[in-house]
Each structure stands twice: as structure tokens, then as C-alpha cells.
């Protein structure tokens, strides 16, 4: 399996977090890792970055942040040119996945945590 570069917007450094199980199952199967969350911290080796710092290369984005909070990320997100930005149980955004499509960015409704355990990442 090919590993993607995967950022992670919206992680936290609390185990009962999925964004943090997010982080640690992206490791455990080989993916790069990059994470933005409100606090600096650590999870499975990888830093959390409390700055939308510029990326290149992604090829996913995953969201763990509610729609409003999603508004500031909205340009960064764009700019970064993922390929695809999954919408975690929560962060439905009709919205952005307009922006998001309207920019050649694919949109997916999914839980990340379901997709790796089915392998479908």
C-alpha cells in the first residue's frame, strides 16, 4: 500500500479524541502525518503544529473541526491542494464541499478511523 501525506486539521493530544485516534492509526499503517490542532503536543511521534503552516504534496486532508471553526482553514485548505478532504461525523459542510469541488478538490463524507480499519484509506 502506497502511503498518502495526510494532514490532519482539528487533532488533539487527548486519547479519547478521534482525531487523536485518527493520528495514531494514520502512523500505524505507514501513512505520513502532519497535524494542526488548537494545542502543541505530540501524538505517535507526530507534532501538533498550532499554526496553519504551508504543505505541499498532500493527498489527504481530514477534518475534525465543526463547520464554523472550518472557516478560517477555508483559503489554507484550498491553497494546500489536496486531493481529496474527507468530512468527519460531524464536520458536514455543504458549503465547503462547494468551494472545495468548484477548486478540482474531491469531497468525501467518511470517517477516517472506518476507512482505515476497511482499508479503504
Not at 59 to 79: A, F, M
Amino acid at each position: 500500500m502506497k502511503s498518502k501525506k495526510t494532514l490532519v486539521i482539528g487533532a488533539s493530544t487527548n486519547p479519547e479524541r478521534y482525531s487523536f485516534r485518527a493520528v495514531s492509526m494514520l502512523v500505524g499503517k505507514g501513512h505520513s502525518v502532519l497535524a494542526i490542532g488548537q494545542k502543541a503536543g505530540e501524538v505517535a511521534g507526530v507534532k501538533i503544529q498550532t499554526k496553519a503552516l504551508p504543505v505541499k504534496n498532500i493527498d489527504t486532508i481530514t477534518l475534525y473541526l465543526n463547520p464554523v471553526r472550518q472557516r478560517d482553514y477555508y483559503n489554507y485548505i484550498i491553497e494546500s491542494h489536496p486531493k481529496r478532504v474527507i468530512f468527519n461525523p460531524g464536520t458536514e459542510n455543504p458549503e465547503f464541499y462547494q468551494l472545495l469541488e468548484s477548486n478540482g478538490i474531491e469531497v468525501e463524507v467518511a470517517c477516517t478511523l472506518v476507512l482505515l480499519a476497511t482499508n479503504q484509506f
